[in-house]
Structures are given as structure tokens and as C-alpha cells.
């Protein structure tokens, strides 16, 4: 184990009395959330400004982080939405001609606490043993009963719409790589597709692509109705990815019933998700979940396997959808459901985006244009 540094002690205690000890490189205090381990060798801020993280403290497997640093064009989001950040080993002089500034400058400006010193091989191998378990990181107190009850007593993921907590509180267009504020209702670009981005927790990546294809590109709070996205004429609506638990989203699942048929509709992660409930399906909580950009699935349709990018805790239930759509993708780790398409509909599990990650199904959005312009 790598000595630790002069940074402030600090304890990772789990719902199961497991009690890893390490340093804080970056904030103080408390932060609660479920623990979960992302096995990306790279992309450490991509994953940190995540909108699907919110309520989740993660590990990274990779044991040495913050050698880039932390840079302006990178962002997925705007602003940091975890709960807390676990390394085996910190680097402290971060280099990269990109780098504005270092993670633990980052981390302490949103008031989270990182975390190094501690053995995350053995933290792994808890979690996929036992599953993701809710925990909580502290600085301030070494009284391991006092924060086993403060872990025990605060709520999990499941039931919880963190989706609010993320969503954007206002519409806005995302034009030349910014957003920028927009009042509805809003003219269209003449001769362009428009996409209405429904933000469960959206990464901006997902935008770029999007407009990098032509696309304007408007974004509408979660709570968005049916209705009011019909009324900005979209030809196109996409379902975007986001945190927590997607059974408590029915406000969700019933503007994409509201869409469904009216307008080509395009899921990603979340968005798959509630797409699998509005054709009749369930939801399921996994193990550990999928969190890193190595997972192999396989495309039903070529026979091809695609590596992806991967962050999610929960599925779809493919038998529970029955014939109401079709299987596309399935994952080779462990089978689990990662895309379906219906008419004028498809969905993916995975993150096409590849933010961070390996490039293999980004061509599913020049699939979705296609559809679109079909359709217009």
C-alpha cells in the first residue's frame, strides 16, 4: 500500500461495517452516497462531471489519477455532480498543455472531498462481491459507530428521482458548443433538423455530436410535458441520460408515451430506460451496475461486437417489453439488455457519445438524423 500523504486522515465507512481508511487530497467534511467503482483507464473528468452520477460516491480502478489535470473544453456538464471521489493515488503535479487547473482545485471549488491512500483493489472486490453499498466519506470524525449509523439510516437509490436535482431549470439552445438562453416558443433554423433534448442529466458530448450533424439543438427541462415539446415542432426528440432510480419517473415515461408516434425518438442510458417502461416493461437494480469504458456488447441486427462506454445501476427487464419492441444490442459480460428499437424509435443502454470512451456506435446518431429526415 503507497504511504500516505500530509493531507487530513480520512475514513470510507460501507452499510456493511467494512471500514477503509485513507487521506483526503481535496475538500473536507461528510458526503454520503451509494459506492460504486468505474473501471476507465482515462477520461477521470468526463466521469466526474456527470450529471448520472448525482448520489454516488465513486472508485476509480485505475490507481493513478490527476496526471492531466482539469480543462475547459472537456466538461460533460456544468458543474459536478457526485457526491465524492475515491483514487488509489493522487497525482499532485498534474501536466497537460489543455489544463486550467489541477483536480483537487477542482473538487474543493464544487466542496467535494477526494479521497487516496486507500486500498481500491480490496474496495472492488467488496462491491462485486457484495454489490454496491451506500457509504460515506468523512474528515472530520473517526467515531466509526456514529457514521455506520448515519450510512444505515440515509436513503438509497432506489425510489429516488434525482432527475430534478440535475435537469436544467430553464430551455436553452445549444449553439457553437455553448448554451445559450432561448424563450419559447422559438423559431426553427432554416434547413436545419431540429432535436429536442429532453435533460434527464444530459452530457454536453451528447449536444456536440448532435449539432457537430447539422442539427439545431434545444434542450427542455425533464419536466417537459408531451405536449410543450410537440409545440417547439421537433423533428426529432432525443431521451438523454441522467441519475437515479428510473421507476420513480412516470412524469418521464409518460411525456415519451407522448412523443412515441408523433416524431422519431432516440434513448440513451436513462433514456433507454424510460423508453423500455413507456412500451410496457420494467426496470431492474444490477449488482454493481456498469461503469466504465471497456464493456463489449453485441449488435443483434450485424452480429458485431462494439466496445462502449457504460454508467448505469439499472436495466431494462427485456422480456418484460415482450413484442412491443425489438432486442438490438445485449451485453456479453452479462447478458443484460443494451438497446431496443420500436417504430420510429431506439434506444441504447451504452453511452454513443464516448465521453470518455472508445468511438465504435457513435454512427447510431447518424442513424438517428437518418430516421429524422425520413420522417420530415
Known sequence: ????????????????????????????????????????????QEIVTDPSYKGQIVAMTYPLIGNTG?????????????EGFIVREYQSHPSNWRMTKSLKAYLEDAGKIGMEGL???????????????????????????????????APGLVGRDLVREVSCAEPYRWEKGAPQAVNLPVG???????????????????????????CEVLVLPAGAAGPQILSCSPDGVLLSNGPG???????????ARGVLGKTPVFGICLGHQILGQAAGGR???????????????KNLETGRV??????????????????TASPTFTNLNDATSEGMKMEDAMSVQYHPEAAPGPHDTEYLFSRFVAMMKKER
Not at 119 to 148: C, E, F, H, N
Not at 245 to 255: F, G, S
Open 70 to 82: 482539469v480543462n475547459d473544453e472537456d466538461m460533460e456538464s456544468a458543474g459536478l455532480h457526485l
Open 245 to 255: 432510480d428510473p421507476a420513480a419517473l412516470p412524469y418521464v415515461v409518460e411525456t
Open 283 to 297: 426496470t431492474e437494480k444490477l449488482k454493481f451496475g456498469h461503469h466504465g469504458i471497456n464493456q463489449p456488447v
Open 119 to 153: 486500498d481500491t483493489r480490496a474496495l472492488t472486490r467488496r462491491l462485486r462481491r457484495s454489490g454496491s453499498m451506500k457509504g460515506i466519506l468523512s474528515t472530520v470524525s473517526r467515531d466509526i459507530p456514529s457514521l455506520l449509523a448515519k450510512v444505515q439510516n
Open 188 to 214: 426553427k433554423r432554416p434547413g436545419k433538423l431540429r432535436v429536442v433534448v429532453l435533460d434527464c442529466g444530459v452530457k454536453y458530448n451528447i449536444l456536440r455530436i448532435l449539432e457537430s450533424h447539422g
Open 306 to 323: 462494439e466496445i462502449t462506454s457504460q454508467n448505469h445501476g439499472f436495466v431494462v427487464a427485456p422480456e418484460s417489453v415482450g413484442e
Open 1 to 44: 500500500m503507497c504511504p500516505l500523504k500530509k493531507n487530513r486522515r480520512a475514513l470510507l465507512v460501507l452499510e456493511d461495517g467494512s471500514v477503509f481508511e485513507g487521506s483526503a487530497f481535496a475538500g473536507e467534511g461528510e458526503a454520503l452516497g451509494e459506492v460504486v467503482f468505474n473501471t476507465g483507464m482515462t477520461g477521470y
